[in-house]
T-cell receptor, first 114, second 115 residues
Framework: DGGITQSPKYLFRKEGQNVTLSCEQNLNHDAMYWYRQDPGQGLRLIYYSQIVNDFQKGDIAEGYSVSREKKESFPLTVTSAQKNPTAFYLC?????????????FGNGTRLTVT | AQSVSQHNHHVILSEAASLELGCNYSYGGTVNLFWYVQYPGQHLQLLLKYFSGDPLVKGIKGFEAEFIKSKFSFNLRKPSVQWSDTAEYFCAVKGGGGGADGLTFGKGTHLIIQP
């Protein structure tokens, strides 16, 4: 079945450490996204990528980095510079960002930093 | 930048009651509008979407939404809710205004249906 796989489901890190969240899709979608979901805040866009080897900052990119070396993969690194990293992270994809396709979401990774 | 406002953060209804969840966005122009639903323990999934044409769109599970351009609104409705509709509902907009691409989401409405 086609879909988006995020791993791990739960992640715990000590403050000051970088951590990378995995996102893989087998939908053959060009565009991929990372959102952060906080209670009462909805979803906020961190980074997005319209095509391999290209990505753009979203509304809250500070303290995060991404790469898009393969069409299927869009890992997100939460760096030690991110002031409030504990959150639920959602990866999504769509056929094309320039089109009108809806987003397909993964099951998310809940990151806790202590 | 585009912003999306959902009027109610928490809504509690009894089964068979009618539902209307409000959604307004800030910038006009050409927009694509979406409602997503997140059932407890499940991933976000698309409920319905508006791209063009008939402003009244029908989605899954008996939901519908009406795009009113003059009011910058895209309210979600269901005539008779069921206990299984308990979930968090997000309105999202693509297009209009500056800022990043992708979708701009509202803060969500947590809907609880009491049996």
């Amino acid at each position: 079945d086609g879909g988006i796989t995020q791993s791990p489901k739960y992640l715990f890190r000590k403050e000051g450490q970088n951590v990378t969240l995995s996102c893989e899709q087998n939908l053959n979608h060009d565009a991929m996204y990372w959102y952060r979901q906080d209670p009462g805040q909805g979803l906020r866009l961190i980074y997005y990528s319209q095509i391999v080897n290209d990505f753009q900052k979203g509304d809250i990119a500070e303290g995060y980095s991404v790469s898009r070396e393969k069409k299927e993969s869009f890992p997100l690194t939460v760096t030690s510079a991110q002031k409030n990293p504990t959150a639920f992270y959602l990866c999504a994809s769509s056929i094309s960002d320039r089109g009108v396709g809806a987003l397909h979401f993964g099951n998310g990774t809940r990151l806790t930093v202590t | 930048a585009q912003s999306v406002s959902q009027h109610n953060h928490h809504v509690i209804l009894s089964e068979a009651a009618s539902l209307e969840l409000g959604c307004n966005y800030s910038y006009g122009g050409t927009v694509n509008l979406f409602w997503y639903v997140q059932y407890p323990g499940q991933h976000l999934q698309l409920l319905l979407k508006y791209f063009s044409g008939d402003p009244l769109v029908k989605g899954i599970k008996g939901f519908e939404a009406e795009f009113i351009k003059s009011k910058f609104s895209f309210n979600l409705r269901k005539p008779s809710v069921q206990w299984s509709d308990t979930a968090e509902y997000f309105c999202a907009v693509k297009g209009g205004g500056g800022g990043a691409d992708g979708l701009t989401f509202g803060k969500g409405t947590h809907l609880i249906i009491q049996p």
